[in-house]
């Protein structure tokens, strides 16, 4: 029988980030965008140091650690990586930096096609619940409500409530105390509910 390594989930990792920005303030930062580029091959120098955690969790907290936008945007050809200390160790290379504005540029797009099936299931869900009949729902559909759909929505009003959609499920799978989250989803989708009937207003008039 063939064993399943662990797959360490996003709270451990942020568990472990926590743990290296306390322990190691010049080289981790919590706010992305004070992140700089790490010295490659950093995990060697940690385990060295005797940092208490497993191989495969500091390996999957530097990976969650470097995968965010604001450390990805920090690898500029030229700029410098930092050890432990922070101090200057070795630079960024073209390849390296177009490596990573390759990643972003996916990611990117990843993020708006799901953001876009969101919002053709929020206004299903909001249908269901009897918010939307069912003449207006079907004025709302269109191709870039659907899981197909590659394009931005083009009308105004379906960009707010795209983004609207965006803030919620970005609110909901955030860092932070559950709690918080829960309170700012809520919030949120009071705001895609608001644009969702705006929408409709806009259709029927």
Known sequence: MTMRAYRYNREESEAVIR?????????????????????????ADLELAGFPAAHELITAALDWYKSHFGYQYALQAGAKRIDLEGNEVGTVTESE???????????KKLLNERNGLNAAKTLVALHAARRIPDDQLR????????????APPTLPELIR??????AADAAWTGPGDANL???LTSAALGIVIKEAQSVINSLAS
């Open 19 to 43: 743990m290296l920005t306390d322990r190691y303030p010049k080289c981790f930062f919590q706010n992305p965008k004070l992140r700089r580029p790490l010295k490659r091959n950093i995990q």
């Open 97 to 107: 930096q177009a490596g990573a504005q390759k990643e972003i540029q996916e990611r």
């Open 139 to 150: 004025k709302l559909e269109a191709p870039s409500m659907t899981p197909k759909a590659k």
């Open 161 to 166: 409530l795209h983004e609207a959609v965006a």
């Open 181 to 183: 989250r829960a309170a």
